[in-house]
Nanobody, 115 residues
Framework: QVQLVESGGGLVQPGGSLRLSCAAS????????MSWYRQAPGKERELVAG????????NYADSVKGRFTISRDNAKKTVYLQMNSLKPEDTAVYYC????????WGQGTQVTVSS
C-alpha cells in the first residue's frame, strides 16, 4: 500500500536547524512531483516547497526562501526539507505530498520553534 512517512521534526530554538525526511513506498516515486506543506494551529495548510520529478526545479513559499531547501533522492525514494534559521512562525505540522494523477499525503511531523 502507499505510504509516506515523515520524520525529523521536533523542538528547536529560534535560529536553529532541522532536516525533515519523507520516505515513500507503494508507488513509483520518481514520476511524482514532491512537495512539503505545513499547517499551523488555526491556519490553512500552505505550500512550503516543491520539487520536480528529477529534482531539476524547485519552488518555495516567499516566507521560507533562502532558509529552506528541498531535495530528493529517487534511489532512496525519499524527499528532504532542510530548514535553517528557523523562526517561531515556522511552528507547524509539516506534511509531504506526492503529486501526479493521484495525490498522496503523509501523516505529518510536528516542528516547534521556541526558546
Amino acid at each position: 500500500q502507499v505510504q509516506l512517512v515523515e520524520s525529523g521534526g521536533g523542538l528547536v530554538q529560534p535560529g536553529g536547524s532541522l532536516r525533515l525526511s519523507c520516505a515513500a513506498s507503494g508507488f513509483t516515486f520518481s514520476v511524482y512531483r514532491m512537495s512539503w506543506y505545513r499547517q499551523a494551529p488555526g491556519k490553512e495548510r500552505e505550500l512550503v516547497a516543491g520539487i520536480t520529478r528529477a529534482g531539476g526545479s524547485t519552488n518555495y513559499a516567499d516566507s521560507v526562501k533562502g532558509r529552506f531547501t528541498i531535495s530528493r533522492d529517487n534511489a532512496k525514494k525519499t524527499v528532504y526539507l532542510q530548514m535553517n534559521s528557523l523562526k517561531p512562525e515556522d511552528t507547524a505540522v509539516y506534511y509531504c505530498k506526492a503529486g501526479h494523477k493521484t495525490d498522496y499525503w503523509g501523516q505529518g511531523t510536528q516542528v516547534t520553534v521556541s526558546s
